[in-house]
């Protein structure tokens, strides 16, 4: 049967590139839609009525959207090379790590990206607490999946990409290779993953356009 | 408890919880919809155990399971270990893309519905009305997707099967969105405008397995107004 697979998503966003890696590992093809956000397009609003971001993904004519689900929906439909692992505790270990991330580490982060002098510090060691949480969940292995990218590695693109563009944009050091030696150097291994090359906007692009995101805020501190 | 053999730990089911939880409940629905025998422990939520500390230390939160000495926490995640550890009464639909749409509205329902309802439980004035608001164009939406999803020969939104995810997941509404209303002083439910919810909830609520673990509103309106004065008189005295 034809596949029909569109990404509409926004080079920028993270949870966008989480699909085209995804979509990548398993050899799909498919078209990719850029989005603009500022202006975004009939199609999208009609895909993603609810909540109106990228990504969504289009299969078939059938949208689905939130990256994370979007991951799943793929590891289940197109069987090769498996992004989740199969024993049902991996599976939760992984769906856990994966909401951490996007639920609390990354706005936990934010709070000590953006707090104000006097309460950056008490920010800043709280996020190094669920950073080093996250680190030991990496244990003895090459990346959060095992030998090889997993659907954890791809969520935490968020920590490969967001946190090294942040760090320079707001001038706060948090990641650093002497807190987190492990997931600086899982970083290092993940980014230098082919298909990750092929699919992470590079750097300099990202904090240049985090810079104008966030001018109003910069220009109020 | 914990440090008991990997033999004696084989096959059992320990859930932590507290009685007033609606996550802790969804859990329960799930191991009952299932028939998985489990220990419940009651937690206290001033005084955390060790074992829930030791096995939730990232959220310190219930419920939290324990299957084979190995702990599992957030709710969403519980109940699909449940579903794909134990294959009897699937939770989930098959079907990847059916999959995909329970999944993308039990987040919705987290997100939006339960806890902008929390929220407002725990807040007053300018900070409650937003949150009141935000939970009432939620409804809507979940009122749309009652009315399109839902009709006399289906009275769940797990479908043919029954009672499913997004069932358990909203599940919590039928006992906890009154009480929430009623101590937080605000109106949500309207029956005139919801007309599918309020009949889903009426379903839900006496589907066998799911009747007899709702607490009297009573006991919860009581515990939840203790909830709130101690949250709002720690808020008031920073």
Known sequence: MAQEVKLFGMWASLYSRRIEIALKMKGVQFEFIEEDLQNKSPLLLKHNSIHKKVPVLLHN??????????????DETWLDNPILPRDPYDRAMARFWARFIDEKLIWISWDAFSSKEEDQGKAIEEACKQLKALENELKEKEFFGGDTLGYLDIAAIMVASWFGVMQEVMKVELLTEENFPILCQWVGKFVDCPIVKE??????????????????????? | MASGSVADQEGKVMLLGFWFSPFVKRVEWALKFKGVEYDYVEQELTNKSTLLLTSNPIHKKVPVLIHNGNPIAESLVIMEYIDETWKQNPILPQDPYERAMARFWANFIEQKVTEPARDALLSQGEQQEKKVKELKEAMEVVEGEAKAKLNDKTLFFGGENGVGYVDIVLGWTCNWMETVEEVGGFKVLDPESQPQFHKWMANFREVPFIKPTLEPTEKLVEYFRMLRQARLGLVANK
């Open chain 1, 61 to 74: 004519g059938m949208p689905i959207a939130e990256s994370l689900i979007i991951l799943e929906y793929i």
């Open chain 1, 199 to 221: 699919c992470l906007p590079r750097k300099e692009k990202m904090v240049e356009f985090t810079r104008v995101l966030l001018k109003d805020f910069l220009a109020s501190k």
